[in-house]
């Protein structure tokens, strides 16, 4: 009996951590909350009168394509509010956060299989195995000037900013607004 509990229990973990793993969805394009140092979201900073850095995190499920499409998105809305119509970026970065993270596996009545094995009232069970999986977030920070009048032709290092944000708007997930 105390080793059909201990079964329970094990399985009842895996079972919760399964599902937790499963409903991770990508970093939706919202503020980092505030006081959070390596919170997911955007964060942008004045540091003169037409300089900016902006800052994306993602989380596990969200891809470095889209921690990039999100930051440079906010660096045209930081352009916008600012009241410029371009940006010059003058310093970007992407940092990998990368981890070793340990899986569960193997629970259940199996009469072979990997793990420790036990007999118990249905035969021999398995209290499962721990394999490791290696989990990517990436952090994205850009440094922006802000500038007035027309985009000069020819400076790859310069975006429009009303055209990147009607470019990327419509491909970045955005927090619920319930």
Do not use: H
């Amino acid at each position: 009996m105390r080793v059909m509990r201990r079964l329970a229990g094990f399985a009842g973990a895996g079972a919760v951590m399964a599902l937790l793993a499963g409903c991770v969805e990508p970093t939706p394009y919202a503020p980092a909350p505030s006081g959070e140092r390596e919170a997911a979201g955007f964060t942008e900073t004045k540091i003169e009168p037409d300089r900016w850095r902006v800052a994306f995190a993602g989380n596990s499920a969200t891809s470095r394509e889209e921690v990039e499409v999100a930051l440079l998105l906010r660096a045209a809305e930081v352009t916008l509010g600012a009241g410029g119509d371009w940006f010059r970026v003058v310093d970007e970065a992407t940092e990998t956060d990368t981890r070793q993270v340990g899986v569960v596996t193997g629970f259940g009545p199996y009469p072979y299989g990997y793990g420790r094995r036990r007999y118990g009232a249905f035969g021999y069970t398995s209290f499962g195995s721990i394999d490791t999986r290696e989990i990517k977030s990436y952090r994205a920070t850009m440094e922006i000037l802000v500038m007035e009048g027309e985009k000069p032709a020819g400076e790859p290092a310069a975006y429009d900013a009303s055209a990147v944000a009607a470019a990327l708007g419509p491909r970045v997930r955005r927090a619920d607004a319930s």
